[in-house]
């Protein structure tokens, strides 16, 4: 539990960072188009910092509890954190395009671990 609660927020404060670095920072730099795909970035990566703080609320003993699943969906989001992300993050700077080609496997982690905390959901809700 402390471990997703601490992920997310860890990754929410990095978010902001990063969202504020691209839009004052990489102003001028880089192009509208590399400054959208640092945006999605920093977006998404919000997104699932929240997904970990969420998952680590779940699983107090009053809520969920242990559920490997939600185990399982901690990871996978901070995985897709990481890829997808971090590729686009880097695709922004560095412009090389096939990084792209990396971005999608996060978003499928991403997926997987919503999906997992559907299952966790089915599994262990009255």
Same mark, same amino acid.
């Given at each position: 539990?402390?471990?997703?609660?601490?992920?997310?927020?860890?990754?929410?404060?990095?978010?902001?960072?990063?969202?504020?670095?691209?839009?004052?920072?990489?102003?001028?730099?880089?192009?509208?188009?590399?400054?959208?795909?640092?945006?999605?970035?920093?977006?998404?990566?919000?997104?699932? =910092?929240?997904?970990?703080?969420?998952?680590?609320?779940?699983?107090?003993? =009053?809520?969920?509890?242990?559920?490997?699943?939600?185990?399982?969906?901690?990871?996978?989001?901070? =995985?897709?954190?990481?890829?997808?992300?971090?590729?686009?993050?880097?695709?922004?700077?560095?412009?090389?395009?096939?990084?792209? =080609?990396?971005?999608?496997?996060?978003?499928?982690?991403?997926?997987?671990?919503?999906?997992?905390?559907?299952?966790?959901?089915?599994?262990?809700?009255?």
């Amino acid at each position: 539990m402390k471990i997703f609660l601490i992920a997310g927020a860890v990754n929410a404060m990095i978010s902001v960072g990063m969202g504020a670095f691209g839009a004052h920072g990489l102003e001028g730099k880089v192009s509208d188009h590399y400054i959208a795909i640092w945006e999605t970035a920093a977006k998404y990566q919000m997104y699932h =910092a929240l997904g970990l703080i969420l998952i680590g609320i779940l699983q107090s003993q =009053a809520l969920l509890g242990a559920a490997s699943q939600l185990n399982w969906a901690g990871w996978l989001m901070l =995985a897709g954190i990481i890829i997808f992300s971090g590729s686009l993050y880097v695709l922004a700077l560095t412009q090389i395009g096939i990084l792209g =080609a990396i971005t999608p496997i996060g978003g499928v982690a991403f997926i997987a671990g919503w999906i997992m905390v559907i299952i966790a959901a089915v599994k262990h809700v009255g």
